[in-house]
């Protein structure tokens, strides 16, 4: 944060999520979401953003997430350790269940937050290895669309991967 | 409306073929496979990933055999793509010879009875053929086009240069034709020499002074003498084509006395060498075994990847990887084989260009399987 938004007084956005729950944010944490960052930089942000596409659970966390790296990273800290601090919090940030994982992702990717879409991409990545096929479809809640043929074609050839 | 319908919008809970395909990006080639069996919509995101996102890029493959019979053999790649060592399952055919390699990805046994040899990224499909007339060790084997050249070598009984024989892999026919030049006599060995191959040419150098020849095996010529001389005293040089560019990667000490790696780019007709990088030092160190330096190194090179190893210490290698607008990525890996497991083993090093397809086909069957190494 530079120091001349120190000298004045923090200013507040309201978001809104999809099931109508608002959510007061610090300007430097609402600039992280680069779609916001848009919209106050567009003078568009009042009285309150309406973000159509996240439900109030996902959103608290991502203004959690958001709300931490802002901290840690004008926090004054060495930056050996504030890299250390986050990695900790990231770390501890992705130990939710898969569903709320694809809709961090999807609402990172939505709201444009770098760092925390690829944190979610390589968490589901790393979710992705050493799993069935059948374990993967359920876990990303995929519909199975092949021909009924072609999956049996593919449960022969590729048997190691069902099992 | 459940709630994921609600978030995901119309897809009805399954995450966007555009997110999908940066996830891809951080997935092993190998993990690759089974998810492009999961749905459709995941089978196209895996081929787009890999076109748009994070490409397959060229393996390093370590083949370990034992010195001994039954010449007991593991395998293990690198994939730089993943960054992460793979262990490769037992090969297709027994090899019960010693395995060789003169460059890129041709593997070859050599007997008094036979020429076996294989050329596919993953050396999956091998053939045996006669062997060539003349009995030599350690010559320099290679494809060029459809013709595998056997060139020099030592032999017990003769004491000139030994002619060079060429079999056509369409034919089926062994040819001989002109010698290697007189020039070479001496280090006709391969341990001496460095080639590189395009789909009609075989270079060769000699490592100690850079003389280099081409050889073209449908008009059996050699080229005149030439010296790869980039105006700066080189202790080792190496060859290799990246891409279709002739490259070479010589050994060479500053004004300070220091070792340094550089690499040129080759004139194929004039044989000009034009610097295009340096290994920083951080690497040239990693390379330097504690008692002697750096004394000769090997190098691997295929498509924009050259590994560079030090040839009596192979614990490190290190890569570069060369980007189009005269960018470059340096770094370096521990080689999986432990030190210790080399007493009894020999390394032999090729470097593959494993596309998602050819994996596809691999990984297919049973027999083909591959585990990561830690």
Known sequence: MSSSTELTEKKVFLLKSLDGVIFEVEESVAVQLEVIRELIEGDCARPFISLYNVTSEILALVIEYCKHHAETCSGGTSATIADEDLKTFDNEFMNVDENILLELCSAADYLDIKSLFELTCRTLASLIKDRTIIEVRKMFNVENDFSVVEEKAVRKEFAWAFK | ?374
């Open chain 2, 1 to 374: 409306m459940t709630r994921e319908d609600q978030v995901m919008g119309e897809n009805g809970g399954e995450i966007h073929g555009d997110i999908l395909e940066v996830i891809f990006s951080h997935v092993p080639l190998i993990d690759l496979v089974p998810a492009s069996h999961v749905s459709k919509s995941w089978r196209y995101a895996v081929t787009s990933s890999l076109s748009h996102f994070n490409k397959p890029k060229p393996w390093l493959i370590l083949h370990k055999q034992a010195t001994r019979y039954p010449y007991t053999t593991s395998r293990y790649a690198y994939d730089p793509r993943s960054h992460m060592w793979i262990k490769i399952s037992q090969p297709s055919i027994k090899y019960n010879l010693a395995l060789k390699s003169s460059n890129s990805n041709f593997l070859y046994m050599l007997s008094s009875t036979k020429l076996s040899f294989s050329f596919d990224p993953l050396n999956i499909s091998w053939s045996h053929v006669d062997p060539p007339l003349i009995w030599r060790t350690d010559p320099i084997v290679a494809k060029v086009g459809d013709s595998i050249v056997v060139v020099g070598g030592g032999s017990d009984y003769e004491d000139d240069p030994l002619p060079v024989e060429i079999y056509n892999t369409v034919t089926h026919a062994w040819d001989t034709c002109d010698t290697m030049p007189g020039n070479l006599k001496d280090s006709a060995a391969s341990t001496w020499l460095s080639i590189a191959t395009t789909n009609e040419k075989l270079f060769i150098t000699e490592k100690q002074s850079g003389l280099t020849y081409w050889f073209d095996p449908n008009t059996k010529c050699w080229s005149r003498p030439n010296k790869l001389d980039p105006n700066q005293h080189i202790s080792d040089h190496n060859i290799g084509t990246s891409n279709d560019d002739l490259i070479l990667v010589g050994l060479c000490k500053n004004d300070e006395n220091v070792e340094q790696v550089k690499i040129w780019k080759v004139d194929k007709e004039n044989f000009q060498c034009e610097e295009i990088v340096e290994m920083p030092l951080v690497y040239v160190d990693k390379l330097k075994s504690e008692s002697i330096g750096i004394s000769s190194i090997n190098v691997h090179v295929t498509g924009n990847f050259v590994y560079i190893y030090n040839q009596s210490e192979t614990e490190e290698v290190v890569v570069c990887e060369l980007i189009a607008n005269n960018d470059y990525r340096w770094w370096s890996i521990q080689n999986v084989v432990a030190h210790d497991e080399m007493i009894m083993n020999r390394l032999v090093f090729t470097c593959s260009r494993v596309g998602f397809d050819e994996l596809q086909r691999i990984m297919r069957s049973e027999n083909q399987r591959f585990e990561v190494e830690s």
